[in-house]
Structures are given as C-alpha cells and as structure tokens.
C-alpha cells in the first residue's frame, strides 16, 4: 500500500509543486506590501493568496480523478490493474493521496492566512465577509477556520469519490454505450444532490464549530461509502 501511495504521489508531484511555488510567490507580494508598508499591496497580495488556495484545492481533486480516468482508460495506466493489487488497495492509494495531499496544503495554507492576518489586521474585514457565506455565527477565530477547513477538505473528497463512482461507471458499464457521459454526468448531479439532502439533516440549531464538524463526518462516511462501491464495481469490471 505504501509502495502504491508513494507511486500516486510521484504522478502529481510536478504540477503540485508548482501549486506551492505559486503560493510562495504570492506570499512574498504580501510580505513586501507588509514590510514596505504598502496596504495596497499587502491586501493584494492576501486576497491573491486565498484565491489561489481555494483553486488548488479544486486542482488536487481534479488531478486526483484526471489520474483514475487515465489509469483506466490508457494501456500505460491499465498495466496497473494488472499488478499483484488488488483494487481496493489501488484505489484506496489514489483516495489516501488526495486525502494526505489536501490535509497538508489545507494545514499549509491555514498557517500561513493565520500569520498573514495576525499582521495586517484590515484583511480581518475580508475573512469575516468570506466566514459569513458558510454561517453568520462565524467568526475569524482559529478553531472557527480550523472547523471551516475541516468540513471543506471533507467536501472535496467526498466530491472526489463520488466522481470517481461515475468514471468508473461510464469506462465500466456503460463504456462505448451512446450518450455515456451524459448519463455519467447526470448520475453524478444526482449523488451530489442525495448528499446534500443528507447534510440537510444535521440539525442547523448546534453551535457553528459543531455544525462544520457533524457535516464534515457525514461527508467523509459518505466518502468511504463512495470508495467502496467504486472499489467493487472496479475489482468486479476492471480487474485482470
């Protein structure tokens, strides 16, 4: 399994570093708007930052799938399935490498928007409007972000799986069939919609800490459900 996790993230390394070095940047514009005591710059530099980190999250979930879509439908990548894995591990290594890869960019990037607004104090504003997009009781404190943070990664990765029971799908059962995708991407739109109507149940009444909290185990229970029906679809249509 290790040897397989390892092998997942050899795959994504490149564009990922790149992801990071982007990051950097961004961030030594935010640092010299800081030390320069240039607000203008500093606060372009910080909402650069946020931006970007929101779009690498979605990055790593799609590179995830890209590399689950190749592997399945190239001769390159099918020689993976013909290793002696079962399919359950393969996928589990794909679903690890995604999880592992957001844990640490999430905790990352929530270190460095920490330090960021603990110096420039006007950007405060700016976080407490995003804040109030998810709950108006939440407000810019660590353990409110850290929630925040954790009930995101958990989305994604629920997304993640649940696109990758509708790859498997369209390369499996319905490969060569006419309108595939379009059945494919209808049944993805339809487990999305069945998640949130299950998110829906979490009562809304709970503190905002402990709302973020249950909603982000039931997408991450529903995320292990997602890997196990496509691990079986996988190891029953796909394997060698």
């Known amino acids: 399994m290790l040897r397989l996790l390892k ?38 530099g910080m909402g650069l930052f946020i931006f970007v980190l929101s779009c690498g ?27 002696p894995n079962s399919t359950y591990r393969i996928l589990g290594a794909k679903v ?5 890869t957001l844990l640490a960019f999430g905790g990352i990037g929530l270190a460095v928007c ?11 504003k ?9 709950s108006p009781n939440l407000v810019p404190t660590f353990p409110n972000l850290a ?14 799986t649940t696109a990758y029971l509708a790859d498997v799908i369209s390369s499996a059962l319905l490969n060569g069939k006419k309108g595939n995708l379009i059945i494919t ?9 069945v998640i949130q109507k299950i998110l829906g149940l979490v009562p809304s009444t ?13 997408v991450l229970i529903l995320a292990v459900t997602m890997y196990f029906i496509t691990a079986r679809l996988m190891d029953r249509y796909l394997s060698v």
Not at 126 to 134: K, P, Q, S, T, V
Not at 209 to 215: A, E, H, R, S, V
């Open 7 to 44: 092998y997942e993230m050899r795959k994504t390394l490149f564009p990922k570093l790149v992801l990071i070095a982007l990051l950097a940047i961004i961030e030594g514009i935010f640092l010299y708007g800081y030390k320069a005591d240039k607000q203008d710059t500093a606060a372009l």
């Open 57 to 83: 999250f979605l990055m790593i979930g799609i590179l995830s799938l890209v590399t689950l879509h190749k592997d399945m439908n190239t001769r390159q990548g099918y020689m993976l399935f013909m290793t």
């Open 96 to 100: 690890a490498e995604c999880g592992l």
């Open 114 to 124: 920490a330090l960021n607004f603990s110096l420039f104090e006007q950007e405060i």
């Open 126 to 134: 700016l976080l407490a409007m995003i804040l109030e997009n998810f």
């Open 147 to 160: 929630a925040l943070l954790f009930y995101i990664l958990c989305n994604i990765l629920c997304t993640v």
């Open 185 to 193: 991407f209808i049944f993805f739109i339809m487990l999305n919609y």
């Open 206 to 218: 709970v503190a905002a800490i402990t709302l973020l909290l249950l909603q982000g185990g039931v």
